[in-house]
C-alpha cells in the first residue's frame, strides 16, 4: 500500500509567517502569525505544534517546501535555513519555489483571472510577476522581477482579463494602479497575503528534478551589498 505524499510548507518572506501540511493535495492544516515577532522566534515552533496537533513528526514527510524569494533578505534565509534544518535532520528532499508563484497558487479559484502579486521592494520598486489561472493551474506570463509601478502599469494596460492583486505590497499597488487609471481588484485581507498553502501547492506542482535546490532568490542585492559596492565604486 502506497504511504500518503505529506507536505510540510513554511512561508516567511515577509512579516507574516505561516506553515500548512498538505497530504495528497489535500490541506489537513495550516498556521498564520501576523504578531510582530521575529521568525527566528516563531517559525519552528509554529511548525512543529502543527505537525504535533496533527499526530506527525517532521521524519512522516514526504517533502519540505519553502518560499525560497523574492521578498525580506532576513525572511528568505530564515525560512531556507529552517527548511534545511528539517530536511537533513529528517533524511527528507526539500524544494524552494517563487514567493509570487506560491501567491499565485493560492488564488487558483480565480479562473480566467491575471492575478498580480506585489511585495515591497523599496526605492521605488515592487517584487512582481504575472500569471493567468486556467483549469486552477497557474501559468506563468512573466519572470519574477523587480518593477516599478508605472512599468507594471504600461503592461497590464494592453491585458484584456481581470486583474487580481495580492501580496503584502498589494495595496500600495493597487492605489498607484488606481491613480494612472488601470482597473484592478484588491484582494480582501483574508486571502491577500503570502502563505504556506500556496508554497505547498506550487511545491508540488514542480518537477521532482527541482527538489533539493534550497537556494535562496532575491532578485537584487542587500542594502548592505549595494553600500559595499558603492564605496568600492562598482
Not at 508605472?150 to 494592453?158: D, I, P, R, S
Request: charged share 20%; glycine share 8%; proline share 4%.
Amino acid at each position: 500500500m502506497n504511504q500518503p505524499f505529506r507536505v510540510l510548507a513554511i512561508e516567511s518572506s515577509a512579516k507574516a509567517a505561516s506553515c500548512a501540511l498538505v497530504e495528497d493535495g489535500k490541506l489537513i492544516a495550516s498556521s498564520f502569525r501576523n504578531n510582530g515577532l521575529t521568525h527566528s522566534v516563531t517559525l519552528l515552533p509554529m511548525a512543529e505544534g502543527l505537525l504535533k496537533d496533527c499526530g506527525f513528526t517532521v521524519k512522516d514527510m514526504s517533502l519540505i517546501a519553502v518560499a525560497a524569494g523574492p521578498g525580506s533578505f532576513t525572511g528568505i534565509r530564515i525560512g531556507v535555513a529552517a527548511a534545511k534544518g528539517l530536511m537533513w535532520g529528517a533524511e527528507i528532499p526539500g524544494v524552494g519555489v517563487s514567493t509570487l508563484e506560491a501567491m499565485a497558487w493560492s488564488c487558483r479559484a480565480m479562473e480566467g483571472c491575471v492575478i498580480c502579486p506585489a511585495m515591497d521592494a523599496r526605492r521605488g520598486q515592487i517584487y512582481n510577476a504575472l500569471f493567468e489561472i486556467t483549469n486552477r493551474i497557474p501559468a506563468r506570463i512573466t519572470p519574477d522581477r523587480a518593477i516599478s509601478v508605472e512599468e507594471l502599469a504600461e503592461e497590464l494596460k494592453n491585458l484584456k482579463k481581470s486583474v487580481f492583486i495580492v501580496g503584502d505590497g498589494a495595496e500600495l499597488c493597487y492605489n498607484t494602479l488606481d491613480k494612472l487609471g488601470v482597473s484592478a481588484a484588491l484582494a480582501p485581507e483574508d486571502v491577500r497575503f503570502q502563505s504556506a498553502v500556496g508554497v505547498a501547492y506550487a511545491a508540488l506542482a514542480a518537477d521532482p528534478s527541482e527538489w533539493g535546490g534550497l537556494e535562496p532568490v532575491y532578485l537584487r542585492k542587500s542594502q548592505a551589498e549595494r553600500e559595499r559596492d558603492e564605496k568600492l565604486g562598482h
